[in-house]
């Protein structure tokens, strides 16, 4: 029999009553004793999964961390440094449908069958990707990446949710981020060392050896987990999850397209149409009262989203800043990116050993401040007076931000939603996830496009999407005590 998830009242409780908002300091999770690790997530009967969630993640994170490291290196070669932005958005726009598609698929059939045909579509884009003549097939090719790389966060989710108790899920949210780590100390700079030696192809092509591998123990795992007890999803109901996943991604394309046309009608007419459009989908493939921020975990759902547009609003720049602004070359670029990724997964240990004893929605409370007063700081890092380097530190201290809160949001999910539709709600929350990044990386692409054309380079550009990803962290904060529910 599988583990039944927690309902509220027996998991952690997300109230908070007036004499702990009078004190502050009390505001800690009251639990028992930490369970034994007999079970533990390396127990024989959970190896295969932990094993095979963290090499898909590792693959997962050499892809981005590869692929944000070479892409200027790409853009000169092909062209078109006004798309460069694009080659972000498309993954992300094709992940909506991945997401989508998968999370009825679920309750359909199970998670073996959507995550061998996701993998594969992910292997598919790889390989036109390292073949792509020109950067609208690079588009094209990471967009049907990211139809493929959208099932496997949903699939994990759900994993973790009908596998493993609550006092283990922190931990292994934490041992997903430590799945960065070898692609984050290395990733960027063998990616910018084969890109600039040898040649970009190869950083696409070279992963595809990898799917084999993560893909068969991932296969193993999944097949071993226990079956869910969601109820089934109908044919219509299906149809319908389909419908509007089109529809949500045109209001995506929309919104990218109008932010990054030449004319300005078309600018402001394709931006407000596409952000109603998107809207009007993502209220209908989100838990009731997601966009409204209501109490509990659609709050969770809708902040997921804000802090990944916050950080990803700059994380696709940091390369293109290093490399074209302060004259870095792309081996040297990517280190910045690693020390984002160790950082993050230091963030997220911390919040797994400290789980016990601090709420996660003081961790988001935290985190938000970190994200948004780092991003902050690199724009300093325009300024030829001020030392490049220090894009290294002041990046690693977003990515400490985004450890300490990014996975807090699935906890909560997980803690308090229904049984019966965690499956939804948890794709609800990949979708704002993608949401956001791509939504983040779309108008930060505007920005530069736009200061490109206009023969500045990208420098004012990018500072455009850092003060539009410090801004949106700062709403975050503002918004996250929405995470409790109604006090009594």
């Known amino acids: 029999m599988p583990e039944a998830l927690p309902e509220p009242s027996d998991a952690v409780s997300s109230e908070v009553s007036p004499e702990e908002l009078a004190h502050p300091e009390s505001l800690r999770v009251h639990v ?11 127990s024989p ?18 892809e981005a961390l590869a692929v944000s490291t070479a892409m200027p290196v790409v853009a000169r070669d092909l062209g078109g440094l006004e798309l460069y932005g694009l080659v972000f958005s498309a993954f992300f726009i094709g992940s909506l449908f991945g997401i989508v598609v998968v999370a009825g698929l679920i309750d359909r059939v199970g998670v073996v069958a959507p995550f061998l045909v996701g993998l594969g579509l992910f292997a598919i884009g790889l390989a036109i990707a390292g073949a792509s003549p020109s950067m609208a097939v690079l588009i094209g090719a990471r967009f049907i990446q990211g139809v493929g790389g959208g099932t496997i966060p949903p699939v994990a989710y759900v994993a973790i949710g009908r596998s493993l108790p609550e006092h283990l899920r922190p931990r292994m949210f934490a041992m997903l981020s430590t799945a960065w780590i070898l692609p984050g100390v290395f990733g960027p700079a063998i990616a910018g060392f084969v890109a600039e030696t040898f040649h970009w192809r190869f950083v696409f092509l070279g992963l595809l050896p990898l799917i084999v591998v993560s893909g068969s123990m991932a296969y193993r795992g999944l097949r071993a987990m226990p079956a869910g007890h969601a109820a089934p999803v109908g044919a219509d109901s299906f149809r319908r999850r389909i419908g509007n996943a089109v529809v949500l991604a045109i209001g995506v394309v929309m919104l990218t397209a109008g932010l990054a046309s030449e004319t300005p009608a078309i600018l402001v007419g394709g931006a407000v149409a596409g952000l109603v459009v998107t809207g009007l989908a993502l209220r209908r493939l989100t838990p009731p009262g997601t966009l409204r921020a209501r109490r509990g975990y659609p709050s969770a759902v809708l902040l997921r989203g804000v802090l990944t547009f916050a950080f990803f609003c700059v ?10 602004v302060r004259g870095w070359s792309a081996t040297a670029a990517g280190v910045a990116l690693t020390a984002a990724t160790l950082s993050w997964t230091a963030g997220s240990w911390i919040q797994a050993r400290l789980s016990y004893r601090i ?20 724009g300093l890092v325009l300024l030829p007076a001020v030392p490049a380097w220090l894009a290294i530190p002041i990046f690693a201290v977003a990515g400490f931000g ?17 049984p019966a539709i965690v499956g939804t709600v948890t794709a609800g929350l990949t979708l704002s996830d993608v949401i956001g990044t791509a939504l983040g990386t779309g108008v930060a692409a505007a920005a530069v496009a736009t200061s490109v054309r206009s023969g500045l380079g990208p420098g004012p550009g990018i500072a455009v999407a850092v003060v539009v990803g410090t801004v949106v962290a700062l709403l975050g904060f503002v918004i996250s005590p929405r995470l409790r529910t109604t006090v009594r």
Not at 32 to 42: F, R
Not at 315 to 324: F, P
Not at 359 to 376: D, H, K, N, Q, T
């Open 32 to 42: 028992g004793p930490v369970p034994a690790e007999e079970g533990g997530l390396w």
């Open 45 to 62: 009967a959970r190896r295969p999964l932990t094993l095979g969630l963290v090499l898909t993640i590792t693959l997962v994170a050499a």
């Open 315 to 324: 994380d696709a720049y940091v390369a293109l800043l290093l490399v074209e």
């Open 359 to 378: 709420r996660a929605e003081r961790f988001v409370r935290i985190g938000f401040p970190v994200v948004a007063v780092s991003l902050a700081a690199l």
């Open 402 to 418: 985004m450890g300490l809160t990014y996975s807090q949001f699935a906890i909560i999910v997980l803690r308090d939603a229904p």
